[in-house]
């Protein structure tokens, strides 16, 4: 940076404006434009089917009221009374991707390691048989869960016809426990790629010093590997918490009434419930959220990860 | 002896892991030959009826039509864009980088519902478009064409300047050396990126149900016909042939991923 003799608007880095320029465009009118879009109408009010243009708090009133009517969704009514309908739903879901992508990162990071560090030949054969699984649809990976833990499913039919259970068990499907265990399969590649790349990153000469230096392998793996590895394990992190929050087609097919999540709420509001600006305030305190826990989380380990990049310098 | 042990340990759990991943996928193709509506055990009897059926669905094979020529168009699009923006991105003196690349970036980290309602709000109560495969192919645009730069970016990242340079001393014009060498180098990224975005638009489902018309693609048809029970063979054996192509697919740019690598 700062090489001598060019200056911002230098014809140097004017081209690369210029190269930059139709990407920049894109990002700006599809998502910078439509999320101020967004927080207009949020401020805006439906009246059945008119559109009020009058600036008012209402939605936000309507989100952070105690609702004082059971509410109804997908026709069933919905079990949460005296609460903040929409907060309690965000929390919900909040809480199911928290779970998630801790079983997520949880789970990949062993197969990443052992990817990086046990795989000597074929890595390439390895890496694929992890890929594949996820470009496959995602619409069908999830119906498989809805097949494998339904009434009539697979796990129910087989145990029947071994002759372990008489009838169906039930439990196994429309509970938040299907939605988390959907969505920790459903994201797995995105986990376990990251942090391959941070591990795969790692100086192995630092880990040769560590041992020379008297280190056991439970500590160089806690002092050396997993503090170099963090990169990796908050991009993980994030890529997975991220969508996961705002997911919904998960809930629409395994969750159920209980396993509803904000994303349904959304996606109803703008749809069946026509109340536009009530969605699009919902969303933008769902995305306000989203970012705040985002920030706090990138805060929380920023020390981690300023001493594995003072370890690595 | 003790590293005997970890590594078995270890081993055992890559083994079980692949087998969580690959079990319910596997289930569509196992499903889709099985002869009974019903997706239950035990297995009735082998048959190609469901994709006989399949190939005879006129709605299925016109989403299919519609998917193939959004995701084409998609990634050709996107590729683009993409190759003009890496060529930015990586050149030496760039103020602002750091911004640009968070703003370039951003759509990874908006939950996809909101990029679907926020482009359904302007195209519907400001611009007052009607929606159509043109809505869904912008929307697709905005969320693979990050995918289509970070690709591009870390090909030409590792990339000799000076051949660029020695091009335009030796008298080719900056167009040429564009084509001559630029392109030829990023080739195996310019085709991992394509790759990479046809297979994002032809799977992706949300921004395509919030902004699509009349015209199904093929997750929106996929999604409608999860509710009937009997279309449900015939949805498994789609399924299989979509798992077929994506392994080639995925081997392919792999493949090509790894030249790449293995060229520096």
Redesign the interface.
């Known amino acids: ?1 700062g ?1 001598p003799g ?1 200056s ?1 608007l230098g014809p ?2 004017l ?6 320029a ?3 465009v ?3 009118a ?6 101020l ?2 927080i207009v ?1 949020s401020f805006w009010s439906q009246d059945y089917f008119t ?1 009020v243009k009058e600036f008012t708090f209402k939605n936000y009133a309507a989100i952070f009221a105690l609702a004082d009517k059971p509410i109804d969704f997908l026709a069933n009514p919905f079990g949460i009374f005296e609460k903040p309908i929409y907060l309690t739903l965000l929390w919900r879901s909040i809480k199911m991707s928290l779970v998630a992508t801790l079983i997520v990162v949880l ?1 990949a990071y ?2 990443a ?3 990086v560090f ?1 795989v000597k030949r074929h890595k ?1 054969v390895w ?7 996820f ?7 999830v ?3 809805k ?2 833990l339904g009434f ?3 796990i ?3 145990l029947i ?1 071994l002759g372990l259970i008489d009838k169906p068990l039930e439990f196994l499907l429309y509970n938040p426990i299907a939605v988390t265990g959907t969505l920790a ?1 459903s994201w ?1 590649a995105f986990a376990i790629l990251p942090i391959y790349v941070s591990l795969e990153k790692i100086d192995r000469s630092l880990l040769e010093a560590a041992t020379d230096l008297g280190d056991g392998r439970l500590r160089r793996f806690l002092r050396v590997t997993l503090p170099l590895s963090m990169p990796g394990v908050i991009a993980a992190t ?2 997975v918490f ?2 996961t ?5 998960t809930p629409t ?1 395994v969750g159920g009434t209980e396993g509803v999540m904000i ?1 349904n709420i ?2 109803s509001l ?1 749809g069946k419930a026509n109340n ?1 600006p009530l ?2 305030a919902v ?1 933008i305190i ?2 306000l959220a ?1 970012t705040l826990l ?1 920030c706090l989380f990138l805060k929380l380990v920023g020390p981690g990860r300023s001493s594995a990049k003072g370890a690595r310098a | 002896m003790s590293r005997l042990f970890r ?1 078995d340990a ?2 055992l ?2 083994v079980l ?2 087998l ?6 596997l ?2 193709p196992l ?1 889709s030959f099985n002869d009974s509506i ?5 297995l009735k009897g082998f048959t190609f009826e469901w994709y006989r059926q399949m190939a005879e669905n006129g709605p299925l094979i016109q989403a299919l039509q519609n998917s193939l020529k959004l995701a084409v168009t998609v990634s050709i699009i996107c590729t683009a ?2 190759l ?2 890496a ?3 990586t ?6 980088k750091r911004l ?1 690349t968070g ?2 970036l ?10 679907g ?6 195209a519907r ?2 611009f007052e478009i009607p929606l159509s495969l043109f809505t869904v192919g ?2 697709h ?2 969320l693979c ?1 990050p995918f289509a ?1 970070l690709v591009l970016t870390s090909r030409l990242e590792g990339f000799d300047r000076s051949l660029e340079e020695a091009s335009l001393d030796l008298g080719e014009s900056a167009w040429r050396t564009f084509w001559r060498v630029t392109v030829p180098l990023a080739l195996p990224g310019i085709v991992a990126s394509l790759l990479l975005c046809f ?1 994002i638009s032809f ?1 992706e ?2 921004l395509a149900f ?1 902004l699509a018309g009349n015209e199904a693609t093929l ?1 929106m048809f ?2 409608s016909q ?1 509710r009937f029970p009997n279309k449900l063979p015939g ?1 498994l054996a789609l ?1 299989s042939l ?2 077929l192509f ?2 080639v ?3 392919l740019s ?2 090509l991923r ?1 030249q790449d690598v293995q060229a520096k």
Do not use: C
């Not at chain 1, 081209?15 to 930059?20: P, T």
């Not at chain 1, 599809?30 to 999320?35: G, K």
């Not at chain 1, 890496?127 to 699984?133: A, Q, R, W």
């Not at chain 2, 050149?91 to 602002?96: A, E, K, Q, V």
């Open positions: 940076m090489a060019t911002p140097e880095s081209r690369g404006y210029l190269l930059l139709p990407a920049l894109v990002a700006f599809m998502l910078v434009v439509p999320l879009a967004l109408l559109l789970l062993p197969m390691y052992f990817l046990r390439l890496l694929i048989l992890i890929t594949v699984p470009w496959t649809s995602y619409l069908l990976r119906f498989a869960w097949v494998i009539n499913g697979v129910n039919s087989g016809s399969h797995a994030l890529l991220i969508p929050v705002g997911d919904y087609i097919l994303g959304i996606q703008f536009a969605g699009a969303s769902a995305m989203i985002v | 590594f270890l081993f759990y890559a892991y692949l969580f991943l690959y079990a319910p996928v289930l569509l499903f019903y997706i239950a055990f035990p864009l993409g003009l923006a060529k930015g991105l050149r030496p003196y760039l103020p602002g640009i703003l370039l951003l759509p990874l980290v908006v939950p996809v519902l909101i990029l309602i926020g482009l359904l709000v302007i109560q400001i912008a929307g645009v905005l064409l730069t297979t799977d489902f949300v919030f997750p996929i999604f999860l949805v399924g979509i798992l994506s392994f697919a995925v081997a792999e493949w790894r």
